[in-house]
């Protein structure tokens, strides 16, 4: 037997799952792994940028259907890259904007946002 990931989910599921992640969270990361777990270096590092300034946030992981998720969250931010982090609804990037942001001495307040 062959694994397929995402077989038993929907887009739409995906879509709202998306959709309700986004709304209901101050910061949310969607992310290949979880935060006590990244499966890739990209999430690893958003996870300790987001860590210094924000200690609740939410992460979802992607893995399970991450071609449904890609696309769900390319309707939300025009990327289908991931990591991609959220705050107040607002897309504001993936790792490498996070890391920019804290290198300038913004991402606290982007966080905070």
Aim: one cysteine or more.
């Amino acid at each position: 037997m062959t694994f397929q990931p995402g077989a038993d989910m929907s887009d739409d599921e995906v879509r709202a799952r998306v959709d309700d992640a986004i709304e209901s969270n101050d910061v949310v990361l969607f992310m290949k792994g979880n935060r006590l777990m990244p499966q890739c270096g990209y999430s690893q590092r958003a996870v300790n940028l987001i860590s210094q300034y924000v200690d609740e946030f939410e992460t979802i992981d992607v893995l399970p259907a991450l071609d449904q998720y890609r696309s769900a969250l390319e309707g939300h931010s025009g990327w289908e890259t991931i990591p991609q982090t959220f705050v107040a609804g607002e897309f504001v990037g993936g790792s490498d904007i996070l890391a920019e942001l804290d290198e300038r001495g913004e991402l606290e307040a982007t966080l905070d946002a």
